[in-house]
Structure formats: C-alpha cells, structure tokens
C-alpha cells in the first residue's frame, strides 16, 4: 500500500485545485485542436478523465469518491467552456487581423478586447449557433467520459469481488480437502491397527 494515500480523510479543496490544474489538459487541447479545423469535442472526455485523475491526486486518495466524481466533471466541464469561448474570441481577433490586412475594415481588436466582444457577436443568432453546436459536442463528449469511467469503475468493482469471492472459495475448497485428507487417513490408520 502506498503511504502517501489514506481513505479516510479527503482534502476536498486541494482534491479540486487538482481537478481544475488536470483538467487544463483539456482545455488546452481544445483550443489547440480547433485552430486546425476540427471539431475539438474529444477534449471533453479527456478533460474530464483528466480532472478526476488530478481531483485523486491532489486529494491524496486512491478511489473515485462521489464527491471526487462531480466536482471534477462540473471544473472540466467549465474549464470546456472558458476553452470555447477563448476559441470564439481568437476567430474574430483573426477575422478583424485579415480585414485590416486586406483592407476590409480600418480598425482590428487586440485578443484581449476580441474577449470582450464576443457576446456583441453571439447577437447574431446564426454566428451563436454555429458555435454553439461545437460546445454541445464537446460537452455531450464531456458527458460520455463521466459516463463511461463511471461505468469503468463498477465493472472495476465486480471483477474485485469476483476475485475475492474465488479467493475464497479456493481457501474453503483447500479446507475441506485438508480435512477430507485428514479423515481419509484417520480412516486408513484405523482399519490398519485393527
């Protein structure tokens, strides 16, 4: 067993500062894989198998606790947007940069103030929508990771208990061919003496 962990005592706070440093992976790579063109919706599952595992760690425990399981998927799930939204605004500071280059429009935005420009944007409901079927994506991907390391981890547990329960039924049947041994010797030695 390893000392570092303990099963009674889980450090809530650092267990979610944890979360959220993990689930940064995520963030991360959906930003990074959107400014190539492609859907980042895979990010979601990997930022939430990320958040728990750095929920784990930081908490210092060994399993998944509930609380473990929703505080890092509701951390990945806002690290996936803040990533979205920051992908939103990078689309149009790039748009305004091309316009003033090809002579389009005669002002650009800063990144920064293309951050805050974005719900100006989101007024146009076709612009709002086609971004906001990219985010659904990436939470239904988000959504699918919590399901399926939920599921993970009960299959986890049967298999622990099937272990267990031929553990001991491979102690109860040595038992009982000790003791079957025995009598069967007894049973030689006292047809023998007679």
Known sequence: MDSNFTETKENVLAGAVGAFLFSLVGGILWFVIYQFGYLAAI????????????????????????????????????????????????????????????????????????????????????????????????????VLGIVSYLASREKKKKQQAAMEAAREAAKAAAEAEKVTDETTEETANSTVEQ
Do not use: R
């Open 43 to 142: 990010s979601g599952l990997i930022g939430v198998i990320c958040a728990v595992k750095g929920y784990t760690f930081f908490a210092k425990i060994k399993t998944e606790s509930n609380k473990c399981l929703v505080i890092s998927t509701v951390i990945s799930i806002a690290v996936l947007v803040i990533a979205w939204y920051l992908c939103v605004a990078y689309d149009i500071y790039l748009v305004y940069q091309e316009g003033y280059a090809a002579g389009e429009v005669d002002f650009t935005y800063t990144f920064f103030e293309s951050v805050q420009v974005v719900p100006y944007f989101f007024q146009e409901s076709e612009v709002l929508i086609a971004y906001l079927k990219d985010l659904g994506m990436g939470l239904l991907f988000a």
